[in-house]
């Protein structure tokens, strides 16, 4: 089990570089737009929590496939 300071690191990292990543979409969507607007960058962080939820359930079915 995963403490909670565990938690709030791996949540941070993961804010961290989805603010990251987003700032640098934005940054291209304005160079290929021609003008600022809010557009599929803003779901740059959402996507990668649900990513993360995703991939860890994954790997908790596949584990309990494999045991049978």
């Excluded at 940054?27 to 990668?48: F, K, S």
């Excluded at 908790?60 to 049978?68: A, P």
């Amino acid at each position: 089990m995963k403490t909670v300071g565990r938690k709030v690191a791996e949540n941070l990292i993961l804010l961290l570089v989805g603010a990251a990543l987003t700032a640098a979409a934005t940054r291209y969507a304005y160079e290929c737009r021609g003008y600022r607007a809010i557009g599929g960058e803003a779901l740059i962080i959402p996507v990668l929590f649900v990513g993360r939820e995703l991939i860890s359930g994954m790997s908790v079915f596949i584990k309990d496939f494999l045991e049978g």
